[in-house]
């Protein structure tokens, strides 16, 4: 549905939504913008988070930059603008992503260095998702396809839950689109399949690998979206009159090898967890990107969690709903912000994330309508 719409439309419409929601904030008190995209040229060029800024109707006197690192983009943007704030150089800023993986495919435009192959610093494999993800099936015989399949069903019935139920509604921005069709309204994700069954998902071609494990089915949908927070220091939060949805509590990033790269979010959260004096059984909430379900299940295995446990991704994830790769940090923490709410007995929550070419990135939250009672398990 986004094919005629700009990737920095995208972005500028989660922005003015953002600003929208929180009126109490004048615009001028936005310290710096930081939007994240995979792919930096065209529509996602032009250092991103000055040119949204402009275009969202902020002051020419807030400034902005862009930032990637692939799929935690907009995790990273985060990461960076909250040590702006922890450093005391910002009270308040703006930080999101973007990716158009329709108008910007992945890695289409890359040019890797050859350096890469022909001194086996990374095997081939490294730098197609869809092989590391292959990969992981094989290191890991206990990840089997059924487990995959099993996985990836019920994250489409939890998003068609979470979607009925009204969870995820309120934190969309329509976005008024030009199809073939005419004009439109987006209003909701698109191509998700509640109706998966694990006959259907058996039947799916391996387009990875010749009798493969991974599909279309236990893997993200390529799609188009954008995402976008407000950070803001404590002080400056009370200040302005805007409501704490999350207290960020430690964050990391960490490498793994390339080939192998859906792990990389286990040791970021080991990372994240020890900066916060906090262990594993802490955690009440996972927001957990599925770029692939293998990749999720091999942190739960890890941490010796059940591939159904009811704290991960109580209402789906990327599976259901898509990976626009830079964008896709802050969605995962916007619906455990939405978690937090309606959980106070849950203290801490984790969004955690892989990363192309061998990383992860992990953040744990505090929910700041905790009343006491159940820690993690
Ligand atoms: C896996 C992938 C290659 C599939 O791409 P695709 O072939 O264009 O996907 P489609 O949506 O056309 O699905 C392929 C087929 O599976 C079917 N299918 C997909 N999901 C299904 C489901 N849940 N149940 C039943 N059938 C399903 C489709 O209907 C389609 O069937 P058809 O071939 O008969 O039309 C692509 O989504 C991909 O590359 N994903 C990974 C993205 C990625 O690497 N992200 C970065 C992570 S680090």
Redesign the pocket.
């Known amino acids: 549905m986004y094919w005629g719409t700009r990737a920095d439309d995208l972005i500028v419409k989660a922005m003015i939504g953002l600003l929208e929601r929180n009126p109490s904030l004048p615009k001028e008190r936005v310290d710096d913008v930081a939007i994240a995209a995979t792919t930096q040229e065209g529509d996602q060029g032009l250092t991103l988070g000055r040119t949204a800024a402009i275009l969202a109707g902020l002051p020419m006197s807030v400034p902005g930059y862009a930032i990637d690192r692939m799929?935690a983009g907009a995790m990273t943007a985060v990461a960076t603008t909250a040590g702006g704030i922890a450093f005391g150089a910002y009270d308040v800023a703006i930080a999101g992503g973007v990716e158009h993986m329709g108008r910007h495919p992945?890695g289409g435009s890359a040019d890797p260095n050859p350096r890469f192959l022909a001194e086996k610093l990374v095997s081939g494999d490294a730098l197609n998702?869809?092989m590391t993800a292959e990969r992981l099936h094989d290191r890991f015989p206990s990840l089997t396809k059924e487990r995959a399949d099993r996985f990836?069903m019920r994250s489409?019935q939890k998003v068609a839950a979470a979607y009925a139920a009204g969870h995820i509604q309120p934190d969309l921005v329509p976005v008024a689109l030009r199809s073939e069709q005419g004009y439109g309204l987006a209003t909701a994700d698109e191509g998700m399949?509640p109706e998966?069954t694990m006959e259907?998902?058996a039947a799916?071609?391996t387009?990875f690998r010749p009798h493969g494990r991974v599909?279309?089915?236990n893997?993200?949908?390529?799609t188009d979206g954008a995402t976008v927070s407000l950070l803001a220091s404590a002080d400056a939060a009370k200040e302005l009159g805007l409501t704490t949805k999350m207290r960020l509590v430690s964050f990391a990033f960490a490498g793994v090898q390339p080939e192998v790269?859906g792990i990389g979010p286990i040791p970021s959260t080991e990372k994240a967890l020890k900066k916060a004096g906090l262990s594993i059984e802490d955690i009440g909430l996972f927001e957990l990107n599925e770029?692939?379900a293998v990749q999720v299940l091999s942190l739960l295995d890890h941490f010796g969690l059940d591939d159904d446990d009811p704290r991960v991704n109580p209402w789906g994830g990327a599976i259901a709903i898509g990976?626009p790769?830079a964008s896709s940090g802050v969605r995962l923490m916007i619906q455990l912000a939405r978690q937090f709410e309606q959980h106070p007995e849950v203290r801490y929550g984790l969004t955690a994330m892989?990363v192309?070419l061998g990383q992860g990135g992990s953040m744990i939250w505090e929910n700041p309508h905790y009343r006491g009672g159940r820690k993690g398990k």
């Open positions: 799929c992945m998702m869809g990836g489409q399949r998966t259907g998902l799916l071609k387009p599909t279309a089915g893997a993200s949908p390529l790269m770029a692939f990976h790769l892989c192309g």
